[in-house]
Nanobody, 123 residues
Framework: QVQLVESGGGLVQAGGSLRLSCAAS????????MGWFRQAPGKEREFVAS????????SYADSVKGRFSISKDNAKNMAYLQMNSLKPEDTALYYC????????????????WGQGTQVTVSS
């Protein structure tokens, strides 16, 4: 069992940056593959980025590639999403998720989810 708590969201102007953090409980965090997803009002949850348990492989949605960067610090039980060059269309509730497998963009395959942190980008 692992509990995930996101933080770092807020209101930012277009072109700005935010770093989201995901704090995980438990002693087996290093074994988990991590993902970030987002959901805007009236839209389905969508994949943003993922990283394998050891941090060796990352994957990004086309819409954020080159602007966002996912990372994982197993010593601190933390995952991060660095978001640069933010756009109004990035406005959403952002969730981190943990999976025993390399689940990539497959939301259904993630075992644990946080409650989300709101990101709002003004134009």
């Amino acid at each position: 069992q692992v509990q995930l708590v996101e933080s770092g969201g807020g209101l930012v102007q277009a072109g700005g940056s935010l770093r989201l953090s995901c704090a995980a409980s438990g002693r087996t965090f290093s074994l988990y593959n991590m993902g970030w997803f987002r959901q805007a009002p009236g839209k389905e949850r969508e994949f943003v980025a993922s990283i394998t348990s050891g941090g060796g492989t990352t994957s990004y949605a086309d819409s954020v590639k080159g602007r966002f960067s996912i990372s994982k610090d197993n010593a601190k039980n933390m995952a991060y999403l660095q978001m640069n060059s933010l756009k109004p269309e990035d406005t959403a509730l952002y969730y981190c998720a943990a999976s025993w497998r390399d689940s990539g963009s497959q939301a259904f395959a993630y075992n644990y989810w946080g409650q989300g942190t709101q990101v709002t980008v003004s134009s």
